[in-house]
């Protein structure tokens, strides 16, 4: 669904699923998840269970708006269709948005030049040490800030970066690791003050989480499978 798309990525696939289990329904049994990685396939699987997935846009959290805003499905129900992907703009607060964005933005940077915890384990903390910072994580930084730019000037997160071609580039020239340390620091920096003015600007965010139609929604998906209950 994103990322830097070279021959060595995953085929990463994100999507929604509607657990039929009645005693599920109810909370006796919980299954919010459904994943599966296969690096011999090159497969990472994450898919949301319904209520999960309502949930997880009420609370921001990246991935599942990441999902909302998708726009290559391999298959969408005319449900999800219409009543969730057309009306995106009650399901996302902007303001827990942007924050949610913000921390997940600065933690990875701080990974990414070995401040965090995370930055001084395993595979990062060779490449740290060899050339100052883990193109991974500035890489995935950078397709953060670059989606938050974009969500603060037109109100959508960016899905595909294939269709920014120029964001895409500097992207894999930060994931190759060839670019100095300075080059890699200047060009996080001067998207993350970007993104500090315009969020000090009025933009063109016209969204709102309405809590009262996401949880009738919520009922009318386990409706489409529970119709005579």
């Not at 005693?23 to 090159?42: I, T």
């Not at 949301?48 to 298959?75: H, M, P, S």
């Not at 395993?122 to 740290?128: E, L």
């Amino acid at each position: 669904m994103h990322g830097t798309m070279n021959p060595q990525s995953d085929y990463d696939v994100r999507g929604v699923f509607v657990n039929n289990s009645l005693p599920h329904l109810v909370g006796f049994h919980k299954k919010e998840f459904f994943q599966r990685k296969d690096d011999d396939e090159g497969l990472d699987v994450h898919l949301w269970e319904w209520k999960r997935f309502v949930l997880g846009l009420y609370r921001c959290d990246v991935q599942a708006v990441e999902t909302l805003f998708n726009n290559r499905w391999i298959y969408i129900h005319p449900f999800f269709k219409n009543e969730v992907i057309d009306c995106w703009y009650k399901l996302i607060n902007p303001d827990k948005l942007i924050s949610s964005l913000k921390g997940f933005l600065f933690n990875e940077t701080n990974v990414a030049f070995g401040l965090g915890s995370g930055g001084k384990l395993g595979a990062r903390k060779k490449q740290i040490e060899e050339i100052g910072y883990s193109s991974k994580n500035a890489a995935h930084a950078l397709r953060l800030a670059f989606s938050l730019r974009h969500f603060l000037i037109y109100g959508r997160l960016i899905s595909d970066f294939r269709e920014f071609p120029f964001y895409l580039d500097l992207i894999k020239k930060m994931k190759s690791g060839s670019q100095r340390k300075n080059w890699v620091k200047k060009l996080l920096t001067d998207v993350m003050d970007d993104v500090k003015l315009l969020h000090g600007e009025k933009n063109e965010v016209r969204c709102s989480f309405d809590t009262e139609f996401a949880a009738r929604l919520c009922l009318k998906g386990y409706a489409t499978i529970f119709p005579k209950h």
